[in-house]
């Protein structure tokens, strides 16, 4: 059990929750989609005890928002950055989240790494002791996803290689990841992504054929301008029509997570 000091240094960090969370100098800053994909994934109808898993985790941004709402759920991070992974770590034992959220360094494209992440889930419950009586490794309840959507020479590129392998993807980076998705999630479960809107075909275009797309939601920064974020919902083997819907204007994304 921690001691006192330790229960209000985790009090204060939830508190002020996103500033203080550890970000390697160099590295990608999260920013606004991150927080909006963290939203949107508590918005989703899962499981009491649900578990997820990240895909591209960064310093565990929106696993640790997700949890801070729903600290019933678990969750399962992969990043390909060792530093990042590392600062994830960090931010899970400094929000006191260390026990239901475990960052890994690896590659979403690496079915090992993917099968890591699931051995991972059964140690979660053995330290809970809640194991399941089975030699089935457990498959998950949601992926949640925030790829590098940026495509090369949309911007300027970031001085930092950590930055812009963080920001820019390739042509297969959408496949990759929903593949893992695809690879992860139990029948019916849910790919929750986020993207820019300009990259919503691309997105599309990438799903698996078991993912079915179930919500677009266009998120929008200004009355006039067009949308700046889309959020994507899909399930696996899912037979609903798609709905597309209009996001509520982004006005103050560093509210999403609390504190509570």
């Given at each position: ?67 801070l709402k ?74 949640m996803a ?115």
């Amino acid at each position: 059990m921690k001691g006192s000091a330790d229960i209000y240094a985790v009090q204060a960090a939830r508190a002020a929750f996103p500033v203080g969370l550890e970000q390697p100098e160099g590295a990608f800053r999260f920013s606004a989609d991150a927080l909006l994909l963290a939203r949107f994934a508590t918005e989703q109808a899962l499981p009491e005890g649900a578990v997820l898993a990240e895909l591209g985790a960064g310093c565990g941004v929106v696993s640790l928002a997700v949890l801070l709402k729903k600290p019933e759920w678990r969750a399962v991070g992969l990043e390909r950055e060792a530093v990042l992974a590392e600062a994830a770590e960090c931010n899970a034992a400094a929000l006191g989240f260390e026990g239901s959220f475990t960052p890994l360094c690896g590659d979403v494209a690496s079915r090992d790494d993917l099968r890591l992440m699931r051995e991972r889930l059964v140690e979660q419950d053995r330290a809970g002791e809640n194991a399941a009586k089975t030699d089935t490794l457990p498959m998950f309840d949601a992926v949640m996803a925030n790829p590098p959507w940026r495509v090369e020479g949309s911007g300027r590129v970031p001085p930092s290689d950590l930055r812009r392998r963080a920001l820019f993807g390739t042509p297969d980076t959408f496949r990759e990841f929903f593949s893992a998705a695809d690879a992860l999630l139990k029948n019916g479960g849910l790919l929750v992504a986020v993207s820019g809107a300009e990259r919503t075909a691309d997105m599309l275009a990438a799903l698996p054929k078991r993912l079915n797309p179930e919500v677009l939601r266009f998120v929008f920064t200004k009355n006039s301008a067009p949308a700046e974020f889309v959020l994507l919902m899909a399930r696996k083997n899912g037979k609903g029509a798609l709905r597309v819907e209009k996001g509520n204007y982004f006005l103050a994304p560093l509210t999403i997570a609390g504190g509570g």
